[in-house]
């Protein structure tokens, strides 16, 4: 794609800019200790005369180990009396009204109910920060795809609902999409407006209806998921999309705001140049995929780690051999690393915007756990994150797991691996979601089939075991090969938890039963949970249950033993 003059300039202005962000925060890495030390201490400042700050005696506070003694480790049920006052309107409770709570986060709690987390301005902009650090680093390593097109930007809405007392409720990644600078915004491939329109199905339509005539050059948005969702779609919707596109039509249901009908009116002019092209696509190769459509992508950019890992194997049938870059740890709670190099899941810690404690992967049972600063941890240990925000999250345990790969100068570069409350233990054998994704990852290698929908659950029986339920389309996928995927699976995690191999060993612990359900089933649970919290692109689906009743609230068309022989 050959850019203006005016184009090319702005370019050179972004780049100037993207560089100028990386060397000083390449600089400020080497200084880990004492940027700590300097963001703690000016949160709690700003935070001294509220609610929470004279309850805990912020203003006494000098230094970190003070911090600990003054302020106990909290979990959101900790907090939420707070945010129950913010949420009706008070002021000075968690934050200094002077720094003014803009909106509520929502984020799905380990509950049915969701979480409501604080954004201040302040906050907000530290998240932005971070991306734009993120942001510009990936330009350094994939600049020429101002060349090869657009930027495709999957984000929910920043305004869903609206609470008595004024204040909205949405998600951060909306809120921080609307703010890119009019320098960045041109490269986007389409307005912001599209992120306001629900509900989500017609949302995502009129993003991929934009989307078709666009050369899109990169692909962002955290679930890869989502992502598959999305081309599926297309594919599946493909007449609507191309008589859309031909016509210069939209086929939605959602009555749009004269704003959204203005921002999408340049977008929906007719082409049908471009149904063409796309009818001779499926023409070609029988069905409609990005790799046809969008020739020009030079990366998809989401999160590639942890139990997601099962999505991201699936790209290359949709996308082809495209690079696949890491997004960051990021959440509801605000962005803690920033991607740095190739390494899948791994990113700097963002030591300019948050304050970091770890508490170490043993402790984690512990009443007291200790914590460990950011400084402290060892390179191929696991922790737990703590972090303070600026919205007012204090010794927030985000139980999330995650590994140190290494210092970036003094600053750790962490992974994230699996939530921490995903585990599951009948004897002790303590198995993590992590654990079973990385099973199932092995067993579709191994059988040369795909299954993406699962869920590993306990029953108890003399001996207790483990079920693996899967959907009756996965099931047939895997009839001809059900020993072998399950034994793939048992093999899988004795070989990366030990304390279930012994448990196997020992008879403690049967071995996994396959169970199928009927198709749709963990469908309709993530539509039923994203109505009551949560965003599309930050679902995670629960691969990894331990409630003993869960057999109980389903009914399997087949069991183990009705696809395989079964085993002790």
């Not at 203006?4 to 880990?32: D, G, H, M, V, W």
């Not at 993590?432 to 092995?442: D, N, P, R, T």
Request: proline residues 5%; glycine residues 4%.
């Amino acid at each position: 794609m050959k850019l203006s003059p005016i184009t090319r300039l702005k370019k050179a202005l972004f780049k100037a800019y993207a560089k100028n962000l990386c060397l000083a925060f390449e600089k400020q890495t080497a200084s880990c200790r004492e940027i700590q030390d300097r963001v703690l201490l000016a949160k709690l400042r700003r935070n001294q005369d509220t609610v929470f700050g004279q309850k805990h005696n912020f203003k006494q506070i000098h230094f970190s180990q003070d911090y600990f003694h003054n302020v106990p480790l909290h979990d959101y049920e900790d907090l939420e009396p707070y945010i129950d006052r913010i949420k009706r309107g008070e002021k000075n409770i968690l934050t200094t009204a002077k720094d003014p709570i803009e909106m509520f986060a929502l984020s799905s709690g380990t509950t049915a109910d969701p979480k409501f987390i604080p954004v201040t301005e302040s906050f907000r902009k530290e998240y932005h920060h971070g991306s734009l650090m993120w942001a510009a680093r990936l330009f350094y390593q994939l600049e020429d795809f101002f060349e090869r097109g657009k930027i495709l930007q999957i984000s929910s809405p920043a305004k869903q609902d609206q609470l008595p007392s004024g204040l909205w409720c949405g998600n951060i990644s909306g809120a921080i999409a609307e703010m890119q600078k009019p320098i960045v915004k041109q490269f986007y491939a389409m307005p912001k407006e599209v992120a306001r329109i629900t509900p989500a199905a017609d949302r995502f339509y009129t993003m991929m209806r934009i989307a078709l005539t666009q050369r899109v050059g990169i692909l962002i948005t955290a679930n890869p998921s989502l992502i598959l969702n999305l081309v599926e779609m297309v594919d599946k919707q493909r007449d609507t999309l191309i008589s859309d596109i031909c016509h210069g039509q939209l086929s939605i249901k959602a009555e749009l705001t004269p704003n959204i009908k203005t921002a999408l009116k340049p977008y929906l002019k007719p082409n049908p140049e471009r149904a063409k092209e796309l009818t001779e696509m499926i023409t070609k190769r029988g069905s409609l995929l990005p790799r046809d459509y969008w020739p020009e992508l030079v990366a998809i950019a989401c999160w590639t780690g942890g139990t997601l890992v099962n999505y991201i194997e699936q790209l290359p049938d949709y996308f082809g051999d495209i690079p696949i870059r890491e997004i960051g740890l990021m959440a509801s709670e605000g962005r803690f690393t920033i991607p740095w190099d190739d390494a899948p899941a791994t990113g700097i810690l963002d030591i300019l915007s948050h304050f970091f404690e770890f508490i170490p992967e043993d402790e984690a049972d512990h009443e007291k756990p200790k914590t460990l600063l950011a400084h402290e941890i060892e390179k191929g240990k696991r922790y737990f994150l703590v972090v303070t925000t600026s919205s007012g999250l204090y010794r927030y345990k985000m139980h999330d797991l995650v590994e140190v790969t290494d210092f970036y100068h003094g600053t750790p570069m962490v992974k994230f691996l699996s939530k921490g409350s995903r585990f599951a233990s009948i004897t002790g054998e303590k198995i993590s979601e992590f654990q079973i994704v990385k099973a199932i990852q092995e067993a579709n290698h191994v059988t040369g089939k795909h299954i993406t929908w699962f869920r590993l659950f306990p029953s108890w029986d003399n001996p207790p075991y483990y079920n693996l339920m899967i959907e009756r389309n996965d099931a047939e996928k895997i009839r001809a090969v059900a020993d072998q995927f399950v034994e793939v699976c048992e093999n899988t995690l004795q070989g990366v938890n030990i304390e279930y191999q012994s448990k196997r060993h020992s008879r403690r612990l049967g071995h996994i039963r396959l169970r199928v359900v009927e198709n749709g089933i963990f469908s309709a649970e993530k539509e039923k949970k994203l109505k009551k919290s949560g965003s599309e692109e930050q679902y995670k689906p629960l691969y990894l249950s331990s409630d003993l009743q869960m057999a109980e609230r389903y009914h399997f068309l087949e069991e183990f033993h009705n696809l395989a022989v079964s085993k002790s």
